[in-house]
């Protein structure tokens, strides 16, 4: 285990709108707001045609290979995540979301282009102090949190 701590600082109620995408416009909110460090929770609508990372084709294989799911329809959204600098000190959102409509649901990173179906809400709390950021590992090829 890695650890390290910070401090809460602002508190965001954010709404996004219909056919917003979710990864794009959090980073460029904490952009605008000069947030680095930050934890999300989302509820709201996904419209068909959203993409999501749903894990990836063979469990420890290297590298890895991502696999998507498409939403092949309107479906309800709950999820959560966190905001950390890459390299270059722009903030990157790492978020997981379930999706579900009747009795299916799939859950995955959101990092593909899930789009907002009429709203989504967000609850954005902003980490102060925090030394976390996203390192690229070229192992896994993922940007992994080094706290």
């Given amino acids: 285990m890695k650890y390290s701590e910070a ?3 602002r508190t965001f109620v954010i709404r996004l709108e219909d056919g917003d995408i979710i990864h794009e416009e959090i980073e ?3 952009r605008e707001k000069s947030i680095t460090a930050a934890a999300l929770i989302i509820i709201g609508g996904a ?15 290297e590298p890895v290979t991502p696999m998507e799911h498409m939403l092949d329809d309107v479906y309800e959204v709950a999820g959560t995540g966190t905001i950390f600098p890459d390299d ?3 903030p990157v959102l790492h978020m997981h979301a379930a999706c579900g409509r009747k009795a299916k649901t799939v859950t995955g990173c959101v990092r593909s ?7 989504l809400e967000i609850i954005m ?4 102090g ?3 950021k996203r390192v690229f590992d070229s192992r896994t090829g993922f940007k992994l949190l080094i706290p």
């Fill in 7 to 9: 401090r809460q600082g």
């Fill in 28 to 30: 460029r909110f904490a």
């Fill in 47 to 61: 419209d068909k045609g959203s993409r999501l990372v749903v894990g990836p084709e063979q469990g420890r294989e």
């Fill in 88 to 90: 270059n000190g722009m």
């Fill in 113 to 119: 282009g899930v789009k907002t179906w009429q709203i």
């Fill in 125 to 128: 709390f902003e980490l102060i």
């Fill in 130 to 132: 925090s030394t976390g």
